[in-house]
């Protein structure tokens, strides 16, 4: 079967924004546009609106895919074998029903996860391998497809580039990037088909240097100790990188 490339670091969006034009306003303005992905807004206690997070900051436009693809990705999949086909017609239907929609083309690609670890993995659609392109997330129920959908009743994005990290026995999906000096993080918990907020951190001392560094851990400014604990938090995770795993050239994996 083939498979896509896919991106080996999964990026938020919109840091196209942020440069290292001045020091403060860098922090400042990170943490506005970090977190905000194609359609999807993550605040800190649940999923809402269209963006990530609850900010205004328009996002970057990008019309150039990464160039950071390399190889395929091999992802264990452990399911349950009771409903097998049921899934896995639902899924291939959904997928066939993307191909016709507008938002296929050449780089889309999909993938199946077991994100919340219980027997059933969810079909994750990639429209593109843009920087701001996230990732849609679909659960098996009563013989559908169902989209997992933001508070405005919209398909949820999340990630970048197509790819998102996934945590399956903690249920918890994530973000790591460290681009143009800024390095950040953020991490939320699927179940019930819904994400709820667990942590996000930020520093910038690639863009303004260590004297002007600015570290914050869930939008709160805090010391380095304290923003070292934190992101030692996320990175302690037992992270997988998924999406982008099949072209739509080829879906005998639902066969």
């Known amino acids: 079967m083939r498979k896509a490339l896919f991106i080996t670091v999964l990026t938020t969006v919109a840091l196209g924004l942020i440069g290292c034009e001045a020091a403060k306003t860098a922090s400042s303005n990170a943490m506005n546009s970090i977190m905000t992905t194609a359609s999807t807004t993550l605040i800190s206690s649940n999923v809402t609106t269209s963006a990530d997070p609850a900010v205004t900051t328009d996002t970057a436009a990008v019309s150039d895919t990464s160039a950071e693809a390399a190889v395929p990705m091999n992802n264990a999949l452990n399911i349950d074998a009771d409903n097998t086909a049921d899934w896995k017609t639902a899924y291939k239907n959904t ?108 520093e910038d001392s690639g863009a303004v240097g260590k004297e002007n560094v600015t570290y914050t851990v869930n939008d709160d400014t805090v010391n380095e100790d304290e923003y070292n604990i934190a992101h030692n938090e996320f990175s302690s995770k037992n992270w997988t990188a998924v999406g982008n795993q099949y072209t739509f050239d080829d879906l005998s994996a639902l066969d």
């Open 95 to 202: 997928l066939k029903d993307f191909m016709d929609s507008e938002n296929f083309g050449e780089m889309s690609t999909w993938d199946i996860q077991d994100i919340d670890n219980d027997g059933t993995p969810e079909l994750l659609i990639s429209e593109s391998q843009y920087h701001i392109t996230g990732v849609m997330f679909y659960y098996y129920e009563n013989g559908n497809a169902v989209p997992v959908l933001d508070d405005n009743r919209n398909p949820l994005r999340y990630g970048a580039y197509g790819g998102v990290l996934i945590c399956p026995e903690e249920s918890l999906i994530g973000i790591e990037d460290v681009k143009q000096g800024l390095n950040y993080s953020v991490m939320h918990k699927y179940e019930n088909h819904r994400l709820t907020f667990v942590q996000r951190t930020f």
